[in-house]
């Protein structure tokens, strides 16, 4: 690590700045320079250009080479669905766009339903974390999350407002998420998140609800995200056994 950073997350940063000024189509360098010029192995290296690929900025094609993908996808809100668990949500912007985070609560709560889905008693304390994010200064999601207070209590000192809850689950426990159980379903809102979101009850948007694990099996969180109605995209991010 570098400061504290996880090097994979530096190497990916670095790398995104650096996919600005590639032309469309143009080839990374070689993995093995890749590893000279970062000091990283080749596993840290892949799973910085992994990060990458399921944003939609690289494209890896079998015996040839990672590549800068030929159109970096503008827009608001599309949701990404990926086999190689990254994170809760993923979403995938343009690399001009100005992302902000809203934190609107991080309590400790008791919440039966959540905790049975992680896979607690009932009676145990949660950590639930509801965040807005804005694009460009525009509404385009909620999401509350529900983690084990007695696990990670060191979220509830940590601001979320510029900084990925996985990549802080990872620097903060060791934890890294290998499985990501989403579900997509269109609904209607509620009385309380068309307050949220500002629109009409009962306008049909996306929910996704994820259950996310680590390496050994463990449920970590579980969450819920709402996309405003200007989010109408989902797009699959799949890989066969053999890739």
Do not use: W
């Amino acid at each position: 690590m570098v400061d504290g950073v996880p090097k994979y997350i530096a190497v990916r940063d670095n790398l995104r700045a650096c996919i600005d000024s590639m032309e469309a189509n143009e080839q990374l360098p070689p993995e093995i320079e890749l590893c000279k010029q970062y000091n990283v192995s080749r596993i840290t290296l892949r799973h910085a250009v992994d990060n990458l690929i399921t944003e939609g900025l690289l494209v890896r094609e079998q015996g040839r080479g990672t590549f800068r993908a030929s159109s970096i996808i503008h827009t608001y809100n599309q949701e990404v669905i990926s086999d190689r668990a990254q994170g809760f949500y993923e979403q995938a912007y343009s690399n001009d766009a100005k992302v902000r985070i809203k934190v609107i609560e991080k309590d400790v709560i008791h919440d039966e339903d959540a905790a049975a889905r992680l896979g607690l008693d009932p009676e145990d304390e949660l950590i639930c974390l509801k965040r807005l994010r804005y694009v460009d200064d525009v509404l385009s999601r909620y999401s509350v999350i529900y983690l084990s207070a007695s696990r990670f209590p060191k979220i509830l000192t940590h601001d979320f407002s510029d900084d990925s809850l996985a990549d802080f689950l990872f620097k903060a426990y060791a934890v890294q998420l290998v499985e990501n159980e989403v579900s997509v379903h269109v609904e209607e809102l509620c009385d309380r998140l068309a307050a949220v979101l500002n629109v009409e009850v009962g306008t049909s948007v996306i929910a996704a609800y994820s259950t996310v694990k680590d390496k050994f099996g463990t449920i970590i969180a579980f969450g819920a995200a709402v996309y405003t109605p200007n989010s109408g995209e989902i797009r699959f991010h799949l890989h066969s056994n053999a890739a």
